[in-house]
């Protein structure tokens, strides 16, 4: 009776990875292994920087796999700050065992990593840098969920003074070799893990990335490419306030140089996309975010330049 | 004996958190919470344009963070001196209120529920449901795994006093399960209108950038009657089940009953909230007074200087501690503890929240459907209105809060007008100053702006939620208000204290907000 129900649910779950477009890497019987054990279901471990929980809860929005089996079947996830009963010092017990034990896992970083003030982020007393580095040390592969973790996005802007870094670039100024993946995008893209995590499941490797350490998949072209504005952008066709028909660029758009996906898979299941929903792109997925000035009046004769 | 309890990190809310009880005879007579995270947002905003505050802000919180859009862009439009349009008052609220709704549902179904519902019930369950049926299954397999942590995230979890009422604890789990897909629709309502979610991008000062359609209106609010039927026959019945077993939770975790909220949910004029603000303060409330708020940074991480007490845009932020200064205060256990500073109210140290919102207009008498809510659960329960200040009552206000909610949006959403703009554009105002006064899920959220000569922000403020709540000490040595719930509270168990863990995760912290 009981495997009935988990065959069923099984399937369901294929059928889903189909319909994300993932299917190419998991075939159903792949599926049915993974349940069986036969696969390796990737340890993972969850820890937060300078963030702000939001990448967190857009996770939480997944639907390809529904997240209660993403989290059971797919894969083995030892420590999530917002999902997790351990508390307190069960906490650091779990964090530690894990790095002391010879098993290889995925971290997943969210936010980024104050350098100047290491204080400026603490967990059990110990600054997070410290955590990073040892559980960084010992990962097979990390994952930079979000802006902040690929860029420094919020926690890094101008005028910050806590000297924050994104999470390879800190890696990197501790002479700490493992593979990094961004997914930046303020908050991280559900899509976009679910991909990276069910790719690293078949492959045991990140997908290609391009220089900025971006999966190709998502992230080789511009929004402004693909942008449903784009045939007004070459007829020279532009809004002049917001209400308009017509492209965003003279609006402040940073579309030209935001590279993601958004016209492909809209926000929240392709429920809406911010420039459908008659707002200029704010660029939340570029290195350059946030820009000191994201939504410019057609009068406006400030420079948009940083 | 005094013993100690450090609970570092505090799982299940929003950052990082840490809390430091002593004990004596196994009851708490001091407390101390830190919040352990800075990232200096609001003097980083000088410079910006006016406009950047409400996306930036929106990043202090990915929890809730359609409330610091609305109180930036309130904070511009009083600068402005305008209000939305009726198109875009109403898509405001239905912005907030189904991402009100969702931060409610994960409040108590992630963050909470399972503190007090056992998941393990699930393996004596022999009926037919798919999803129970696979978590058992799930569960099954799990203890016989080789895994370093089998059964997480779901365990290690504190030995502790959990539901031993089966019915009730199977309907929890199976509604823990339910609740991913609902909270994922209402991101989606949130996006209809907000573009995205979190982090919404619409809502400007003027109004919001969409303009709603036939089509929009309509799947509102399909995805809202799915919401209703979440509400109403799930959640509150769950919220109401966990009451009635851990009732003894309307008498844990009180604090000091100093409430401060401001107004929500506005008609379309802007006028007549839903819930008035004010204040009640020793069981007497009252109006607000602006004025008597400040903020106190004696026991928080920044140097000390000549101005220790501050009203919203009087100064320059404070300078944090460097490493040294830091670890000087970190080993002395009078010294400074806490990234968050320490607001009060005329002196008093407020606990702001569903509680607050709810008892302020229960008390002002201004909403009869609130009053009516509240009366028929306090019958059902046998509580007073002065039960709410509490663990439980914190939970209950947030399920009635949800009901009243429910119904607002029910009736603005029908007077949303289809093809009708929903933003009017006016110029960012210069050399100029506002306020923006909301309530955020976690209670009352307010932003300052002043603007410079061209436009761009030259001193801005906020105080969160979460920064009254868990604030530390002011220079009278005054406890914040969680501070003030944990003390007096008697542990069973040193080495498992989940008295604590409930009494903090009922004020659902979120410490990324509070210090920002």
């Known amino acids: 009776m009981n495997q009935i129900t988990r065959r069923e649910a099984l399937k369901r779950i294929y059928l889903a990875t189909v319909a994300a477009g993932t299917a190419g890497f998991l075939s159903f019987d792949d599926v049915l292994a993974a349940a069986d054990n036969k696969i390796n279901q990737p340890t993972v471990v969850w820890l937060q920087g300078t963030s702000c929980s939001g990448c967190s809860c857009s996770f939480l929005n997944i639907e390809d796999v529904p997240v209660i089996e993403l989290i059971t079947e797919f894969m083995d996830l030892v420590y999530h700050p917002d999902l997790s009963l351990a508390t307190g010092n069960d906490v650091l017990n779990i964090i530690n065992n894990l790095i002391r034990s010879s098993r290889k896992y995925i971290f997943v970083f969210e936010g980024a990593v104050p350098v100047k003030l290491p204080h400026a982020c603490l967990m059990g007393g110990i600054p997070i840098m410290e955590w990073v580095i040892r559980l960084a040390s010992k990962a097979a592969v990390c994952i930079a969920a979000g802006t902040c973790a690929s860029f420094g996005g919020v926690a890094k802007m101008k005028g910050t003074i806590t000297g924050n870094m994104n999470l390879s670039e800190f890696l990197e100024y501790k002479h700490v070799d493992v593979p990094v993946v961004n997914l930046p995008n303020c908050p991280l893209k559900p899509e976009h893990i679910t991909y990276t995590l069910l790719y690293y499941i078949k492959n045991r490797k990140l ?6 350490k971006r999966p190709l998949y998502q992230y080789s072209k511009t929004v402004h490419e693909r942008c449903i504005y784009y045939r007004d952008f070459q007829e020279d066709n532009f809004a002049e306030f917001i209400g308009d028909e017509g492209c965003f660029f003279k609006l402040g758009c940073q579309g030209p140089v935001t590279h993601n996906d958004c016209m492909k898979i809209g926000h929240n299941k392709n429920t809406n996309i911010c420039i459908r929903a008659g707002h200029p792109c704010i660029g939340c997925a570029d290195s350059e975010f946030p820009r000191k000035i994201m939504f410019h009046s057609f009068n406006d004769k400030r420079s948009l330049v940083r | 004996m005094a ?3 450090v609970i570092d990190p505090i799982t299940r809310i929003e950052g990082h958190l840490k809390i430091e009880t002593e004990i004596n005879n196994n009851v708490v007579t001091s407390a101390k919470a830190s919040a352990d995270m800075f990232r200096g947002i609001e003097s980083a905003l000088t410079g910006y344009d006016a406009r950047v505050a409400q996306q930036v802000t929106q990043r202090v919180c990915g929890v809730c963070p359609y409330a610091h859009a609305e109180a930036a862009a309130k904070a511009l439009e009083d600068a402005m001196g305008i209000r939305p349009n009726r198109n875009g008052q109403l898509l405001r609220n239905l912005i907030m209120g189904a991402y009100q709704l969702q931060d409610h549902i994960l409040h108590f179904y992630q963050l909470c529920a399972l503190d007090f519902i056992d998941v ?104 809202l009657h799915q919401a209703e039927d979440f509400i109403k026959n799930k959640y509150t019945p769950d919220i109401v089940a966990v009451a009635k077993i851990f009732k003894n939770y309307f008498k844990e975790g009180k604090g000091y009953g100093s409430l401060l909220s401001y107004s929500q949910y506005p008609d379309s004029n802007g006028d007549n909230s839903l819930f008035t603000g004010g204040t009640t303060i020793k069981g007497k409330h009252l109006k607000l007074d602006l004025d008597k708020i400040y903020e106190d940074h004696t026991y928080a991480y920044y140097k000390n200087d000549s101005k220790m007490q501050a009203r919203p845009l009087t100064r320059e932020q404070p300078v944090p501690l460097d490493w040294q200064e830091f670890e000087k205060h970190h080993k002395d256990s009078k010294g400074k503890y806490s990234w968050s500073k320490a607001p009060r109210y005329n002196g008093y140290a407020m606990e702001v929240g569903p509680v607050a919102r709810l008892v302020n207009t229960y008390l002002n008498k201004s909403n009869v459907l609130v009053n009516r809510m509240v009366d028929k659960f306090n019958r059902e329960l046998g509580i007073t209105i002065k039960d709410y200040a509490s663990v439980m009552g914190r939970h209950l206000s947030r399920a009635i809060i949800a009901n009243v909610l429910i ?25 100029a100053r506002g306020v923006g006064l909301i309530e955020a899920s976690r209670g009352a959220l307010g932003h300052w702006i002043r603007t410079d000569k061209d436009g761009y922000i030259s001193r801005y403020d906020m105080i969160v939620p979460t920064t009254w709540n868990i604030s530390p000490r002011n220079s009278k040595r005054n406890p914040g208000p969680v501070e003030k719930m944990l003390i007096g509270t008697r542990v069973k168990d040193a080495k498992n204290p989940i008295e604590l863990a409930r009494i903090v995760r009922s004020t659902d912290p979120c410490i990324a907000c509070s210090v920002h």
Request: net charge neutral; charged share 30%; with cysteine.
């Open chain 2, 120 to 223: 393990a019930a699930v393996l004596k369950y022999g009926g037919k449901d798919k999803d129970l049926n696979y978590v058992k299954d799930w569960i099954t397999t799990e203890q016989k795994s080789t895994k370093i942590y089998p059964l997480a995230p779901f365990f290690p979890r504190y030995k502790a006093d959990y539901c031993r009422d089966q019915e009730v604890n199977i309907s929890a789990i199976k509604h823990y399960c339910e609740s991913l897909p609902m909270m994922s629709d209402l991101h989606k309502m949130v996006a209809i209108f907000g573009g995205k979610s979190p982090h919404t991008v619409t809502i400007e000062a003027g109004g919001v950038t969409t303009t709603p359609t036939v089509l929009s209106i309509a799947k509102y609010r399909t995805y």
């Open chain 2, 3 to 5: 013993k100690k309890i």
């Open chain 1, 207 to 212: 997908p290609e990335l391009d220089q900025f």
């Open chain 2, 407 to 431: 119904e607002k949006l029910k009736n603005d959403i029908e007077n949303v007008e289809a093809d009708v703009n929903a933003f009017v554009e006016h110029d960012i105002p210069k050399n």
